[in-house]
């Protein structure tokens, strides 16, 4: 049975107005977010998400368009319920924004205590959730204390203390280094399986929509140029955006790259699979690796790897049977096979 949407955006658009000119942010958005899933909006800076986060909560009042919380449009609703919505709907920063002359303890109850939640109350949701970031010996810590990937946890702490429904993480990991941020990728994504928690992820790298994500939308511009399946996304991208998203460093298009770049998508083989050593022997060629952004998750291979083609077009042929044989996702001058 398919989950139902707890958010619902409807030819949404954000305009803002300055002096000189008119600025479309965010223009005609069409979404669904079904309950208990982690959506990506992914897109290079300037593309209008995290402006479209901020209409999912009316922190940014959407110029056009319809905006539905488990079925409530909440443009026509009072100031008053949009506040008791709005509790339903935890936020993460990039930047942590957590209140510096606050302990921690403090910064998870503030919420709490704006709700009106009696103390006695507060300190227990909060000690609770310490718990479940892994941070009960930092309760009287100040901000200034922790490292940064501390600070999210606290802010993640802080943004479920009031049993939010959806949680909305704009850029939660961009200040943070890879080790860190697969840390706090593996604590929402248990908060998602352990608690029905809706995640929406707003991030650049796709490396962190992979990792987490069930499904994405593609932003360029204020639009959305392709959704789907992260999974189906990845391996064969529709729009220019999500290409060169998911390859970065290379213009997989340009003329005399794509006639000898091979794009080796992995998505769960066995991370124990000597691919390339079989590539060299099936080939009777030397392969030579350009680059990789593989993740070995539970014993099985997540990313890609840019492999260069060899000159002769009877290894190359070797090279394209051998990966349709064994059933593994590749992209040869810009076609996926």
């Known amino acids: 049975m398919e989950k139902e949407h707890i958010i619902r955006l409807e030819h949404v658009s954000k305009q803002f107005l300055s002096r000189n000119t008119d600025i479309l942010a965010v223009s005609n958005i069409n979404l669904e977010i079904k309950r208990g899933e982690v959506f990506g909006i992914i897109g290079f800076s300037g593309a209008g998400k995290s402006t479209l986060v901020r209409c999912i909560n009316l922190l940014e009042r959407p110029s056009d368009g319809a905006v539905y919380f488990d079925g409530t449009n909440l443009m026509g609703v009072s100031e008053r319920t949009l506040r008791d919505t709005r509790l339903k709907m935890g936020m993460i920063f990039q930047q942590f924004n957590l209140l510096a002359q606050k ?16 103390r006695e109350e507060r300190i227990k949701r909060a000690r609770q959730l310490l718990e479940l970031v892994d941070l009960t010996d930092k ?5 200034a204390q922790l490292s940064g990937g501390q600070k999210q946890r606290v802010a993640i702490a802080r943004a479920l203390a009031t049993n939010p429904e959806v949680l909305l993480c704009d850029e ?4 943070l280094d890879p080790i860190t941020t697969k840390s706090i990728l593996e604590l929402l994504k248990k908060i998602n399986q352990e608690y029905g928690v809706t995640i929406v992820i707003i991030t650049h790298e796709m490396q962190v929509a992979e990792q987490i994500c069930d499904r994405i939308a593609v932003m360029s511009q ?26 970065p460093d290379n213009q997989f298009d340009a003329e005399g790259i794509a006639k000898r770049v091979i794009r080796i998508a992995f998505d769960g083989q066995s ?12 080939s009777g060629e030397m392969i030579n690796i350009l680059g990789a952004n593989t993740e070995n998750i539970g014993g099985k291979a997540y990313g890609q790897m840019l492999i260069q083609c060899p ?4 290894a190359l042929e070797k090279i394209r049977q051998y990966l349709t044989e064994q059933g593994i996702h590749f992209e040869e001058g810009g076609t996926i096979s």
């Open 103 to 118: 302990n921690v303890l403090d910064n998870i109850c503030f919420p709490l205590k704006i709700a009106g939640v009696k």
């Open 139 to 143: 309760e009287r810590a100040y901000p």
């Open 172 to 175: 939660a990991t961009s200040a």
């Open 222 to 247: 204020g639009e959305i140029v392709e959704m789907g399946a992260v999974k189906d996304v990845f391996l064969n991208p529709q729009s220019e955006t999500a290409r060169k998203l998911i390859l």
């Open 271 to 282: 991370s124990s699979d000597p691919i390339i050593s079989q590539l060299t022997l099936h």
């Open 311 to 314: 000159e002769s077009a009877e």
